[in-house]
């Protein structure tokens, strides 16, 4: 069967997750800073590979600057995520750097709810500024993913992704500031709809960039574009267990197997097979983490006719046999936040 939409492929298999968002309401002259993700993963989302931070502008206006790329001008209803982790620098004015220690960041829970946070030119206080005294009010969120085995639309986006007011959905700025609220209230059921938010609005930025690419884009967004390209990765995602040969992908799309291997590796940097290797370690990962199925039939299912062989390219990617690397994710599943 063949994967129509690989992009929600991989968007189901590297686990999505959040359920962390809190306000920030600024006055005067302010800036803040957030460390790498894999510095604050602790804090906000403990046992989470990788973290993914994301800002909505309710109120005002600011900048957002990472390291290497010039800062970036950010509207009321903008969102600007960060899919590579970056540590970065959100202010009221390009080249702020903030005088405080931003510490708060690691202790912002409390009985495992976000506080909510003011800057008052740079002094940080816990609580929200009434509507009116604040120049600017930002609802901060955090969603998780894996990386490995593989994942390959975190390396497709760009550090800092911006998505204008004008072309973010009309539900996402309400349901983004309810979801601030509902941190602070810690209702039942509170954490199950949290998650649910932070996937719906990292999908749709994901979707509003992979819409906004030129045709010659790179990368595996721009593979997917690619009308022959992208029908040759949704083939092997719809059935990865298939014995794939660059051969066969050739006939199915079209394409010689010399100008598929060539077009393939100009745009996601990886061979067609290499790019199945990776895929069926992905989802045999999947499968590790989601069924009690033995070891040599999660192999046979991803498309290798020995256990042996499929452990020795497991590890390869993940550097843990497969048995070993399902019991360190149980575990982790098991442990208390």
């Given at each position: 069967m063949t994967a129509l939409d690989p992009l929600s492929d991989v968007l189901r298999s590297?686990?999505?997750?959040?359920?962390?968002?809190?306000?920030?309401?600024?006055?005067?002259?302010w800036a803040a800073m957030a460390p790498d993700s894999r510095e604050l993963a602790p804090a906000v989302m403990p046992g989470a590979e990788h973290v993914i931070e994301y800002h909505l502008f309710v109120k005002g206006e600011g900048?957002?600057?990472?390291?290497?790329?010039?800062?970036?001008?950010?509207?009321?209803?903008?969102?600007?995520?960060?899919?590579?982790?970056?540590?970065?620098?959100v202010s009221s004015a390009p080249g702020l750097q903030p005088e405080v220690d931003d510490e708060w960041l690691f202790q912002m829970r409390k009985n495992d709810r976000p506080l909510p946070v003011t800057y008052r030119g740079n002094m940080v206080e816990l609580g929200l500024l009434a509507p009116e005294e604040a120049s600017t009010v930002i609802v901060c969120g955090f969603i998780a993913c894996d990386l490995r085995p593989f994942n390959p639309l975190i390396a497709a986006l760009p550090?800092?992704?911006?998505?204008?007011?004008?072309?973010?959905?009309?539900?996402?700025?309400?349901?983004?500031?309810?979801?601030?609220?509902?941190?602070?209230?810690?209702?039942?059921?509170?954490a199950a709809l949290l998650q649910r938010i932070s996937e719906m609005v990292f999908v749709d930025g994901a979707r509003r960039y992979l819409d906004s690419l030129p045709q010659e884009a790179q990368g595996w967004l721009g593979a997917l574009r690619d009308r022959q390209i992208g029908r040759a990765i949704g083939l092997m995602h719809g059935d990865p267990s298939a014995h794939w040969t660059v051969e066969d992908l050739g006939r199915h799309v079209g394409m010689s197997r010399s100008t598929l291997h060539e077009r393939f590796v100009a745009l996601t940097h990886l061979a067609p097979m290499q790019y199945l290797t990776n895929w069926r370690m992905q989802c045999g990962a999947r499968l590790l983490r989601e069924s009690h199925s033995p070891v040599a039939a999660v192999a046979l299912e991803v498309g290798y006719d020995s256990e042996a062989a499929f452990a020795r390219a497991f590890k390869r990617a993940t550097g843990l046999p497969p048995a070993t690397w399902r019991r360190a994710q149980q575990k982790a599943a098991d442990a208390p936040a």
């Amino acid at each position: 069967m063949t994967a129509l939409d690989p992009l929600s492929d991989v968007l189901r298999s590297v686990r999505l997750r959040g359920s962390v968002f809190f306000h920030v309401s600024c006055r005067d002259q302010w800036a803040a800073m957030a460390p790498d993700s894999r510095e604050l993963a602790p804090a906000v989302m403990p046992g989470a590979e990788h973290v993914i931070e994301y800002h909505l502008f309710v109120k005002g206006e600011g900048w957002v600057a990472v390291a290497g790329e010039p800062p970036l001008r950010v509207a009321a209803g903008d969102i600007v995520m960060l899919p590579h982790g970056d540590a970065h620098v959100v202010s009221s004015a390009p080249g702020l750097q903030p005088e405080v220690d931003d510490e708060w960041l690691f202790q912002m829970r409390k009985n495992d709810r976000p506080l909510p946070v003011t800057y008052r030119g740079n002094m940080v206080e816990l609580g929200l500024l009434a509507p009116e005294e604040a120049s600017t009010v930002i609802v901060c969120g955090f969603i998780a993913c894996d990386l490995r085995p593989f994942n390959p639309l975190i390396a497709a986006l760009p550090r800092l992704l911006h998505l204008r007011a004008e072309g973010v959905g009309a539900w996402v700025a309400p349901m983004l500031e309810h979801a601030a609220s509902e941190s602070i209230d810690a209702r039942a059921g509170g954490a199950a709809l949290l998650q649910r938010i932070s996937e719906m609005v990292f999908v749709d930025g994901a979707r509003r960039y992979l819409d906004s690419l030129p045709q010659e884009a790179q990368g595996w967004l721009g593979a997917l574009r690619d009308r022959q390209i992208g029908r040759a990765i949704g083939l092997m995602h719809g059935d990865p267990s298939a014995h794939w040969t660059v051969e066969d992908l050739g006939r199915h799309v079209g394409m010689s197997r010399s100008t598929l291997h060539e077009r393939f590796v100009a745009l996601t940097h990886l061979a067609p097979m290499q790019y199945l290797t990776n895929w069926r370690m992905q989802c045999g990962a999947r499968l590790l983490r989601e069924s009690h199925s033995p070891v040599a039939a999660v192999a046979l299912e991803v498309g290798y006719d020995s256990e042996a062989a499929f452990a020795r390219a497991f590890k390869r990617a993940t550097g843990l046999p497969p048995a070993t690397w399902r019991r360190a994710q149980q575990k982790a599943a098991d442990a208390p936040a």
